[in-house]
């Protein structure tokens, strides 16, 4: 990439802010190497919630969509400023014989207000946006159109990428991964928005080969997810790593809404099966912690887990279930810290185990799962959701269980890896 010019003002933009914790962990990761580089910058945030953004990494944020949890009550056309909208359609329907047209001008009311408020909208982001000297586009699910479609996050990426294209703000990809892709739409607007970049590399070689098949096809690097790049420290500058923990076996579900639905017979399999895995360890003598990196989606799974177990007359009372409020990547990483094993399905909850040297039975829902587990060597032990039974689970957990030490080994191995290799990506992205 070219030299960049000096750098005073840096933002971090993705679909962040609804309780993911590995979106939050690779931010946090970023910010620290910011101001590892850049330690005279200022940082801002450009997410879904800039609240939660503002409030969890400390930085001054702003919405990337127009219907953000901070926007205005003006923005939707049946309030605020929508008092014109109100005035409109009811001066309408004082005249005699419109009121069978009233769906067709309300409709049409509402396509013009959508232009009208999207339109302020990017006036207003291009002003921000004008005093940005780098927009850094960070996190594995950067490139998805899983939640809303090509209009969604594949749109979003495009109209940020061509106002920082007009205010000559220079735009880098740091190691972002594809998830669902299914449009056409979708990759155009992904196509684009890369070929407007000054800077491009993915977490794996699956994304490039998919980013490569839409037609980008120099400029494009392999490094690991940035999570992987986070400080691991204890508040009294300790490190994380070291503890010895024994008898505790970590499980972290995940919602059915972030790849089926609740009424999914593979989804009821899968929800029976963690039910009876945790009651199948309780009988061996080990502690189960669950913990989430989805806390508003899979924390209500966990409360029904734990329910479950309690029907089956496992109540937690007596400390063998353990489970402790996580709303922070600290408090993850704290809780990870304490199990000597996990059996998880996220990308990020395999992930950040992995980052702390714990051995992981993933049951895999998403190739990008099964990706890191064969990159790290350990296939072995991801067993497909959508195959799973009880007898392949128990399995791979007693094979796990057996090679410990091993696998253990070959995971500080790779991780230790990963880190040097994100340590060159940094050094070469932000060391110029």
């Known amino acids: 990439m070219k030299e960049l010019p000096t750098i005073k003002r840096i933002g971090l933009l993705g679909p962040y802010g609804f309780g993911n914790l590995g979106d939050a962990a ?28 503002e409030h969890r990494h400390g930085i001054k944020s702003f919405p990337i969509v127009r219907t953000s949890t901070t926007g205005s009550e003006s923005e939707r056309p049946e309030s605020g400023n929508g008092g014109i909208y109100k005035k ?23 396509h013009y207000w959508t232009v009208a408020a999207e339109g302020l909208f990017l006036s207003r982001s291009y002003k921000i946006l004008g005093g940005i000297d780098l927009l850094i586009m960070s996190g594995g699910g950067q490139l998805d159109d899983f939640w809303g479609g090509p209009w969604g996050h594949p749109y979003t990426l495009l109209k940020w990428a061509l106002m920082a294209k007009a205010t000559k703000t220079k735009v880098i990809f740091m190691s972002v991964g594809a998830d669902t892709i299914d449009s056409s739409l979708s990759r155009f607007f992904i196509k684009h928005s890369l070929l407007l970049a000054g800077y491009r590399s993915y977490r794996d070689d699956e994304t490039k080969k998919l980013v490569e098949s839409m037609g980008v096809r120099e400029g494009n690097g392999v490094y690991p997810d940035l999570a992987y790049s986070l400080p691991l420290r204890r508040d009294n500058g300790s490190p994380i790593l070291g503890n010895e923990p024994a008898g505790i076996v970590g499980i972290s579900p995940i919602a059915a809404c972030a790849w089926t639905t609740s009424d999914s017979p593979i989804y009821k399999n899968y929800l029976d099966l963690l039910v009876y895995m945790a009651a199948w360890l309780l009988e061996r003598g080990y502690r189960v912690l669950f913990f989430p990196t989805q806390t508003n989606m899979d924390t209500p799974v966990i409360n029904d887990i734990i329910r479950r177990l309690g029907d089956r007359g496992w109540s937690g009372l007596d400390g063998k279930i353990i489970e402790n409020r996580i709303l922070t990547v600290d408090d993850l990483i704290s809780q990870i810290s304490m199990v000597e094993m996990v059996i998880a399905s996220r990308l990020h909850s395999v992930l950040l185990s992995h980052m702390l040297h714990k051995p992981v039975l993933a049951i895999s829902y998403n190739r990008k799962v099964n990706v890191l587990m064969a990159d790290m060597g350990l296939s072995d032990y991801c067993i497909d959701l959508s195959q799973l039974d009880m007898d392949s689970v128990i399995e791979g957990f007693k094979s796990l269980e057996s090679n410990k030490d091993d696998v253990v080994k070959q995971i500080a191995s790779k991780v230790s890896c990963y880190k040097r290799a994100l340590a060159e990506q940094y050094d070469h992205v932000f060391g110029h």
């Open 26 to 53: 690779i931010q946090e990761a970023v910010i620290h190497h910011i101001k590892k580089y850049f330690p005279t910058a200022d940082i801002f945030g450009f997410s879904l919630n800039p609240n939660d953004t």
């Open 88 to 110: 409109v359609k009811t001066a309408l329907k004082r005249i005699p014989g419109v009121n069978r047209w009233i769906p067709g001008v309300n409709r049409l009311l509402r």
